[in-house]
Nanobody
């Protein structure tokens, strides 16, 4: 069982930046960030596999960067140029499969989430 704990969320003004972190009890092949805004479905934001290959949702390309520190079992999401549409709870997730995905249904382990609010 993988435990995930996110941190780094907060309230920022449009154009601002945050760095989200997720400490995992163990890393899996594929790690991802998701977000869920009020009244909306959870959506994939970014994913990274064990080789460091990354994928991003079109809405965040060029603004968000996912990275992982395997020595510290920590996943990061650098979020820049934030706008109000980025307001959501951001979740870290783990998938124990070599084929990475950005679909929530493919991930079996989830953190509790961290709130990001952009005004």
């Amino acid at each position: 069982h993988v435990q995930l704990v996110e941190s780094g969320g907060g309230s920022v003004q449009a154009g601002g930046s945050l760095r989200l972190s997720c400490v995992a009890s163990a890393f899996t092949y594929c790690m991802g960030w998701f977000r869920q805004a009020p009244g909306k479905e959870r959506e994939g934001v970014a994913a990274i596999d064990s080789d460091g290959s990354t994928s991003y949702a079109d809405s965040v390309k060029g603004r968000f960067t996912i990275s992982r520190d395997n020595a510290r079992n920590t996943l990061y999401l650098q979020v820049n140029s934030l706008n109000p549409e980025d307001t959501a709870i951001y979740y870290c997730a783990a998938r124990d499969n070599p084929y990475c995905s950005q679909l929530a249904r493919d991930f079996g382990y989830w953190g509790q989430g961290t709130q990001v609010t952009v005004s």
